[in-house]
Every structure is written in C-alpha cells, then in structure tokens.
C-alpha cells in the first residue's frame, strides 16, 4: 500500500523516487548548475531556493549543505533567500524539450535566479 500526501485523479500518471542524503545534496547542485545554464552568461544577482520539507526531513542535520551545493555553484556572494514547501511547481529542465513545462512536483528543490547581462 502506498500513502500519498494529497488525491491523485484518476487515470493521472506519478513517479516514485528514492534517494539517500548525498543524492539529495548532489540535485540540489545540478539543479543549480542548470539555472546557472538558463541565465545565458547573464550574471546571478539572486536565488530563490525552494526546498520540500520532506527533504529537510531527510537531510536533518545536513540541510545547510544542500544550501551551500547551491551557493558553491552560483558565488558565496549571491544573495539566496528562499523557505520550506509543502510541494514546488517549476519545470524539470526549462531547457530541454519535452521537460520544459511546469508541473506540481513534491520532494524537490526549485531554484528561480535573477540575473543581469554584463
């Protein structure tokens, strides 16, 4: 028996994932390394990160170290802010085809960077 968080209607399609803390923290970098991707050569000035509370659940103690995978990818310097949700919306990859369109997700980390051009 499988126990899901909210109703799925009928004839939806879902995908279940494991992960262990390491696959976790090591998304949470490809995930900045794909917004990083997405600013074109823009420069980061600031991240939202938007991160599932069943992660944090997960990573307990090691919950600053998905946020420091994001900020070693985009600069020390770059503001982040972000919270905890109880689901994310965003795309999978914005920049691949068939994986651009924005879907309810739940246990993952969406990042949004705003950024300027040199």
Not at 17 to 34: F, G
Request: hydrophobic fraction near 40%; charge should be neutral; proline fraction near 3%.
């Amino acid at each position: 028996m499988i126990t899901l968080a909210g109703s799925i209607p009928v004839g939806s399609a879902i995908t279940l994932t494991t992960a262990t803390r390491r696959d976790i923290i090591d998304e949470a970098k490809h995930a900045a390394e794909q917004a990083v991707e997405s600013l074109c050569g823009s420069n980061p000035e600031l991240i939202f990160m938007f991160s599932c509370v069943g992660r944090k659940l997960v990573l307990g103690r090691r919950t600053q170290d998905e946020v420091d995978a994001v900020k070693k990818i985009f600069g020390y310097d770059v503001p982040l802010i972000g919270f905890y949700t109880y689901g994310e919306i965003g795309p999978i990859n914005k920049l691949k085809k068939g994986f651009e369109m924005s879907k309810f997700h739940n246990e993952t980390v969406v990042l949004w960077a705003l950024g300027s051009r040199n």
